[in-house]
Structure formats: structure tokens, C-alpha cells
């Protein structure tokens, strides 16, 4: 029975590596028979996580958050990096500069900022952490700012501008972020 399975997949990863362009960049030979990226949680994000070539001049281990693309890139070693998908800040909501992961947490609490609640006065003022929690599943927060990086239980904004400034994943996504990161890591975001 292994045989019957094993076969094909080696086929299907020896194609997938030697093919070129976008097709081997975005192949994940684990969504084949499940257990991809989306495949224990709902809501699959409208843009696939995927690795491809980077050419830029930040360090391997370096975030970079490009707010004009919508895509939030983890730098790798030998030119390349991971790709996300994200949510960001609406116009007048969006910024740039450079600053560390200060903090990291597993489904966290979260309480409006006093900017926020001026905006919109029926939002609660704390809610625990949870799947119904605006800040998903991980939360990693930036420097002093009041800006995070952050899960959500809505796939369908990652892509879009939607947020108050804090930048959206899946959760799938959060979390596989939040695991090959550390505090300290650099963040830079790009704004143009």
C-alpha cells in the first residue's frame, strides 16, 4: 500500500522541483493527499503562502512588510524568502519604519486602544483570547507601537486594506510565522 502512494508522490516532488518558473515556486507537494498549509483549519487565504526568489538587502531571519504588494515577506537564506499574504491599514491607516518583535503570543487577549474605541465606541472594551477574537490565533506585537502582526478569523480581508495599521494573516499563516520567528527579530515596513 505505501508503494501504491509513494511512487506518485516522488514523481510529483521531482516535477515539482525541476519545473521552472512560478509553478515550482508555488508548489506545495503537501496538499497532494492534505495536511497542507489550510488543511486543519477553515478558511484558506486567498493568497498562498509560497517561497521565491528575493533579491533585497535585508539579512536571513528579517521580516519585511511591503504595504503597496499586500505581502509580507520572511527572508531565507541563498536569495529567497516566504511569501504571505496580508491584510493591511486602510488610507490613512498605513506607515512605515523599522522596528523588532517585542512580543509574541499564543491566542491573545485584546483590548482596543483609547484611538480606536474614540473611532468606534461599540467595541468592547477587552475581549479573551479565542477563534471569535479580532487577533486570531498568534500576535506578534511591534516595538512601542501599537501595531501588531496578527491572525484573523476573516481569510477573505488578506489581500485588502482594511485594518486600523496592525497587519492580518490567516491563521494558518500567523501561525507558521510565529513559529520561525523570535523576539527581537527585525521588521521592516515598506510604505511606498
Known amino acids: 500500500m ?10 510529483i516532488a521531482l516535477l515539482s522541483a525541476t519545473a521552472g518558473g512560478a509553478f515550482a515556486e508555488e508548489f506545495d507537494t503537501r496538499d ?10 477553515g478558511g484558506s487565504s ?6 521565491v526568489m528575493y533579491n533585497g538587502k535585508y539579512a536571513p531571519g528579517t521580516i519585511v512588510v511591503n504595504t503597496s504588494e499586500r505581502r509580507l515577506y520572511l527572508v531565507l537564506q541563498n536569495g ?18 523599522v522596528h523588532r518583535i517585542t512580543a509574541k503570543k499564543e491566542w491573545p487577549g485584546w483590548t482596543p486602544p483609547s484611538q480606536m474605541l474614540a473611532r468606534r465606541p461599540d467595541l ?7 477563534i471569535e477574537n479580532p487577533l486570531g490565533a498568534r500576535a506578534m506585537y511591534l516595538g512601542s507601537t501599537l501595531y501588531r ?11 485588502q486594506a482594511v485594518s486600523s495599521g496592525c497587519f492580518r494573516m490567516t491563521n494558518d499563516d500567523v ?18
Not at 2 to 11: D, G, V
Not at 46 to 51: E, F, K, L
Not at 152 to 157: D, K, L, Q
Open 2 to 11: 505505501i508503494r501504491f502512494f509513494a511512487a506518485p508522490i516522488a514523481a
Open 32 to 41: 497532494i493527499m492534505g495536511g497542507g498549509p489550510n488543511f486543519f483549519r
Open 46 to 51: 486567498p493568497v498562498p503562502r509560497t517561497t
Open 80 to 97: 529567497q524568502a516566504l511569501r504571505y499574504g496580508i491584510g493591511v491599514g486602510r488610507d490613512g491607516f498605513r506607515w512605515g519604519g
Open 124 to 130: 468592547p472594551r477587552h475581549m479573551k483570547g479565542g
Open 149 to 159: 502582526i496578527h491572525g484573523s478569523n476573516e481569510p477573505e480581508t488578506i489581500g
Open 175 to 192: 501561525s507558521d510565522l510565529y513559529g520561525r520567528v523570535g523576539v527581537g527579530t527585525t521588521v521592516v515596513v515598506l510604505n511606498n
